[in-house]
């Protein structure tokens, strides 16, 4: 609780109901700047969870069914390979030993889940180091994690990393959000940590919710993300933003799109609104009637 309780007096989420599994594992990782995670330096053991994940993906690729999620302690190859002694401080949390197994272990699901969220970013930022789309990067690191059925959890945990990162480019941002609201496979656990996720980048937010308004392409949960913007308030900035830079009533469309959405005018957006509310039992913002 002393990770959550200082997430919440920091302003970094708005209630506990914000906080994934993943989010606290991250949290945790990132308090570590000495010895109570892994015994090195928190980059350093994002980088050995980024290079599991990775390694998970290599055999789905390979189409690896046997041990596709179990390590061994003396590999021969693979900078992802564990020591007794990290195993040993990074069990609790991050490592599971493998009964009966000595040298074995595996990565429990919400840790992996963090795991190939670390991946994600790591293939994201290099394509946009290369000149190369991060859409494309997305996807082809998609496909393999599909067939873990952890696509959706592995999206949220790249987001809930990159919404409190600095070094994450908002471009990078943005294809995560897009990519995330086109998902079919989303869990409605999942929608509070995505809203607190808005809230911490929120110029990011905004720019995802534009490109979405800009296409003609409909994603199955693009929903949750001008709903959060909502409520969460980059919309509600957006006006005074628009009044600003289009004095002369010549703003965008799609920028007044989203300036709709600030003051609640957008009748669609304010029908999925209420209807969530009413499904979540969350209060509604001021002046609202579900």
């Known amino acids: 609780m002393g990770i959550a309780a200082r997430l919440l007096n920091g302003a ?24 109570t995670v892994s015994a090195e330096a928190p980059r350093l053991f994002e980088r050995r969870m980024a290079d599991h994940a990775r390694e998970i993906i290599e055999r789905v690729k390979a189409q690896q069914r046997d041990d596709r999620l179990i390590f061994d302690q003396f590999a021969a190859s693979g900078q992802y390979v564990l020591t007794a002694e990290r195993l040993a401080t990074a069990a609790e949390h991050f490592f599971q030993a493998i009964p009966g197994e000595p040298t074995l272990y595996t990565l429990p699901e919400d840790a992996l889940s963090l795991a190939l969220g670390f991946a994600i970013l790591q293939a994201l930022r290099g394509a946009e180091r290369n000149g190369r789309p991060v859409e494309e990067a997305l996807n082809e690191m998609l496909e393999p994690i599909a067939a873990l059925d952890m696509t959706a959890d592995a999206m949220l945990s790249a987001l809930l990393v990159a919404s409190v990162d600095d070094q994450m480019s908002k471009t990078l941002k943005v294809a995560l959000y897009v990519g995330f609201v086109g998902l079919q496979n989303t869990d409605d656990e999942d929608y509070e940590p995505f809203v607190g996720t808005v809230r911490l980048s929120p110029d990011a937010a905004l720019s995802a919710t534009e490109q979405l308004f800009s296409s003609d392409l409909r994603r199955p949960n693009e929903h949750w993300l001008t709903e959060a913007c909502v409520l969460s308030g980059p919309m509600r900035s957006a006006r005074t933003r628009s009044a600003r830079m289009f004095g002369d009533g010549s703003a965008p469309t799609v920028w007044n ?34």
């Open 12 to 35: 970094q989420i708005q209630s506990f109901t914000e906080l994934s599994v993943e989010r606290l594992l991250y949290e945790h990782i990132r308090a570590s700047d000495t010895d």
């Open 257 to 290: 799109q989203a300036c709709r959405c600030s003051s609640a005018y957008d009748t669609r957006v304010r029908t999925l609104t209420i209807g969530r509310s009413k499904n979540r039992q969350r209060n509604l913002p001021v002046g609202w009637t579900a």
